[in-house]
């Protein structure tokens, strides 16, 4: 898409720039000078064909993205793809319990805890 968005605008800058050309001009007839060169055109014909191939290739694979998902739709009974499930992506990473709430350590006394603590200092 990026590709479509850059040579449609130097299109319409080679446009722009050749109109605002035009508008400058006093007289009914052309100066040849300001009109575009055999190269300009042919390059943006070239661009211009670049942006339809890549257009068309946009479509072709929306269209297969269509018919993969209308294939997951038939093959798993009416479930939606995973694209389209709205599943939490980050569930698996909630700890086992609250952030205001401590962790209780099983086992062991908050009285022998402090004792460790205190023999570490």
């Known amino acids: 898409m990026s590709q479509i968005a850059t040579s449609s605008r130097a299109i319409t ?3 722009e720039a ?20 055999d190269n300009e055109l042919n390059a943006m014909i070239s661009t211009g064909l670049h942006v339809v ?3 068309e290739e946009a ?6 993205n269509q018919i993969s ?3 997951a739709r038939e093959n798993g009974g009416g479930r939606k793809p995973m694209e389209e499930e709205d599943v939490p992506m980050y569930d698996g990473m ?3 319990y609250n952030i205001t709430e401590v962790k209780k350590r099983r086992g062991v006394s ?3 805890l402090r004792q460790c603590v205190k023999g570490r200092s």
């Open 59 to 64: 479509r072709d694979i929306l269209q297969q």
């Open 110 to 112: 908050p009285h022998g």
């Open 53 to 55: 191939q890549k257009i």
């Open 94 to 96: 909630k700890p086992p």
């Open 13 to 15: 800058h080679f446009a």
């Open 69 to 71: 998902m209308e294939r």
């Open 18 to 37: 050749y109109i605002a050309a035009a508008r400058e001009q006093q007289g009914s007839q052309p100066i040849p000078s300001r009109l575009p060169a």
